[in-house]
Each structure stands twice: as C-alpha cells, then as structure tokens.
T-cell receptor
Framework: DQQVKQNSPSLSVQEGRISILNCDYT??????FLWYKKYPAEGPTFLIS?????DKNEDGRFTVFLNKSAKHLSLHIVPSQPGDSAVYFC????????????FGQGTILTVHP | GAGVSQTPSNKVTEKGKYVELRCDPI?????LYWYRQSLGQGPEFLIY????????DSGLPNDRFFAVRPEGSVSTLKIQRTERGDSAVYLC????????????FGQGTRLTVV
C-alpha cells in the first residue's frame, strides 16, 4: 500500500526553466510534508517542508504547494540549475506516529546546461 | 562531527551471519530513526527512538531485526541470520523533536549479503 506516490520516475529540464515535481498521498491523517534531495552515495538532505495549515511555503528558489482536498503537493524550482540534478523524495508524517516519515519512490531530476 | 555519522559505510557479509550497524546522531537530537532503502525505492521506515525507548518499531520486518539506543545517543541496528533480501542501504536520521521537525540523515551503510 503506497501511501505516498511520485508518479514521475524522471524529469528533464533546461537550465533556467522551472522544474515541477509532483507527489500524491492517500492517508488523510498526514499533516506535515517534506521534500528531500539525494545525491548518489549520500543520505537524503532536507530541502523544504510544509504544514497542512498552509498551502504554500517558499524558500529561495524552492516553493512547495499543498492542495489538501486533492491530497497533492508539488515542489517548484525556479530557476533550475545543473546543481539541482538529483533524486527528489517527498515524505509525509502525521496521525498516530509523528516520528515516522513515509516516503515516495523518488523522481530523478536532470537539469541540462 | 556536526552531522549524523554511520559506520561502517559498506558492509559485506555472508548469508546467515550477524551484523551490527552503528549510528551517531547529531548532538542533542532526542529523536533517532532507522530507514532502509532498496534500489529505485524511497526510504522505508524501520524504527524510531525518542530518547532511549523505541517509540515506534512497526517497520521492523521480522524478529531478526533489532535496534537499541541505551543512552539516548548512539544507536545500533542489529540483524541476525542475514538473508540476501536484507541487502540495502540502511539510513539513520536524527531530529531535535518530533511531529513537524525535519530529520537529518547520515550517508547510510550499504549492506550486501552474499
């Protein structure tokens, strides 16, 4: 039972353009959402988060949008840079176990110069 | 160090052997997590400690897996009678609290069971 889904395994974008990574969830108890970035042979690195009381959170080039009614969140990166090329995971927590993060399968982002 | 440290970075073991994986969390972080990541998948939750106690061990796949955090800092993940299916990257993370705080991950231990 995949409670957090990233349906696009990969995304290719030109440098300077916008990257949009999508994530869907099924568990209505989730109320905190995070995005992590992962380079090869490294652990995931926290990028940005959003609480369910908000619908948008922005940090520099990164913005996360949350649509609770659709159980959907997205990460926007603008402008995209080659150094953004990595695997991006969305994760969710909430309900009976706040400490537990449920991750999506990841999306490989490639930003071409 | 400033970050989460995991040792060893790589471990190759024979099927049936016992292994221990160590995690040093960020100093002062009360919450510690273990995840397992297989190729092409996202990290999968195993267990979470708040202080010395396991607050949620619902992700441990079976009784061959066990984790401890006796002094509320360093944690050890123990796997008995290893099987080839246990091969994965084992990730440890820590956070300053729970419920809405981000977790910081170590680089992982790549376990290969041959």
């Amino acid at each position: 039972d995949q409670q957090v889904k990233q349906n696009s395994p990969s995304l290719s974008v030109q440098e300077g353009r916008i990257s949009i990574l999508n994530c869907d969830y099924t568990n209505s108890m989730f109320d905190y959402f995070l995005w992590y970035k992962k380079y090869p042979a490294e652990g995931p690195t926290f990028l940005i988060s959003i609480s369910s009381i908000k619908d948008k959170n922005e940090d520099g080039r990164f913005t996360v949008f949350l649509n609770k009614s659709a159980k959907h969140l997205s990460l926007h990166i603008v402008p995209s840079q080659p150094g953004d090329s990595a695997v991006y995971f969305c994760a969710a927590s909430g309900g009976t176990s706040y400490g537990k993060l449920t991750f999506g399968q990841g999306t490989i982002l490639t930003v071409h110069p | 160090g400033a970050g989460v440290s995991q040792t060893p970075s790589n471990k190759v073991t024979e099927k049936g052997k016992y292994v221990e994986l160590r995690c040093d969390p960020i100093s002062g972080h009360t919450a510690l997590y273990w995840y397992r990541q297989s190729l092409g998948q996202g990290p999968e939750f195993l267990i979470y400690f708040q202080g010395t106690g396991a607050a949620d061990d619902s992700g441990l796949p079976n009784d061959r897996f066990f984790a401890v955090r006796p002094e509320g800092s360093v944690s050890t993940l123990k796997i008995q009678r290893t099987e080839r299916g246990d091969s994965a990257v084992y990730l440890c993370a820590s956070s300053a609290g729970t419920g809405g705080t981000e977790a910081f991950f170590g680089q992982g231990t790549r376990l290969t069971v041959v």
